[in-house]
């Protein structure tokens, strides 16, 4: 059964370092998201794409977060100065179409020291 | 903006027994989704059920069933014969329906319910 698969699986690094996170969608799905998760909190929303642009944000996605599509399977979240608040575990998702349901990935969990 | 609550940090069940998480939401919106979302330890976030607001059926996958009153707002997840397995962060969260012309893309989800299971 296709899932959505993210790399690393942890990662951790010093404030003020950029870091990278992958994910591997389904391969025939449009959509895709990122959501964070601090621990102890509730799942919260920070972006979705499609057609190789932001169809949405939300107010935690500032301009420290950058999301690219680099080539036919890859999608990724960039943060580019971390915040020891960046602190997250960070899941991907995709849809195959807007409506439809996402699937969740694995999650990446990021330490910032 | 749509919120999601889940009044019950955690619950506690014995196996094979029937337990009810509860969620109630806020929204303007008539056309919507709601969701309940499985966290094992794992942490990965498995879709359990989910119910589109304009079906007055409500839901039901195997073990899995929901109460869903839409005058209420109300949408509790039943898991009948609880098993082992079942042990997990539950979350229930809510997407509008896009086709509807309703705004997120993005899932809205609640705080959670931590379920165990009790031997």
């Known amino acids: 059964e296709p899932e959505v698969t993210q790399t690393p699986s942890h990662q951790v690094t010093q404030m003020g370092q950029e870091v990278i996170l992958r994910c591997v969608p389904i391969s025939n799905h449009l959509y895709f998201y990122w959501y964070r998760q601090i621990l102890g909190q509730k799942v919260e929303f920070l972006v979705s794409f499609y057609n190789n642009e932001i169809s949405e944000k939300s107010e935690i996605f500032d301009d420290q977060f950058s999301v690219e599509r680099p080539d036919g399977s890859n999608f990724t979240l960039k943060i580019r100065s971390t915040k020891l608040e960046d602190s997250a575990m960070y899941f991907c998702?995709?849809?195959?179409?807007?409506?439809?349901?996402?699937?969740f990935g694995p999650g990446t969990r990021l330490t910032v020291l | 903006a749509q919120t999601v609550t889940q009044s019950q940090p955690e619950m506690s069940v014995q196996e094979a027994e029937t337990v009810t998480l509860s969620c109630t939401y806020d929204?303007?919106?008539?056309?919507?989704?709601l969701f309940w979302y499985k966290q094992p330890p794992s942490r990965q976030m498995i879709l359990v059920i989910r119910?589109?607001?304009?079906?007055?059926q409500n839901a039901t996958e195997n073990r899995f069933s929901v109460n869903f009153q839409k005058a209420a707002k109300s949408f509790s997840l039943k898991i009948s014969d609880s098993q082992l397995g079942d042990a997990a962060m539950y979350f229930c969260?809510?997407?509008?329906?896009?086709?509807?012309?309703?705004?997120?893309?993005?899932?809205?989800f609640g705080k959670g319910t931590h379920l165990i299971i009790q031997p």
């Open positions: 969260a809510y997407r509008s329906n896009l086709l509807s012309g309703g705004g997120a893309d993005g899932l809205t």
């Open positions: 929204t303007s919106e008539s056309d919507y989704y």
């Open positions: 998702a995709s849809s195959r179409r807007r409506n439809n349901e996402q699937f």
């Open positions: 119910q589109e607001a304009y079906k007055q």
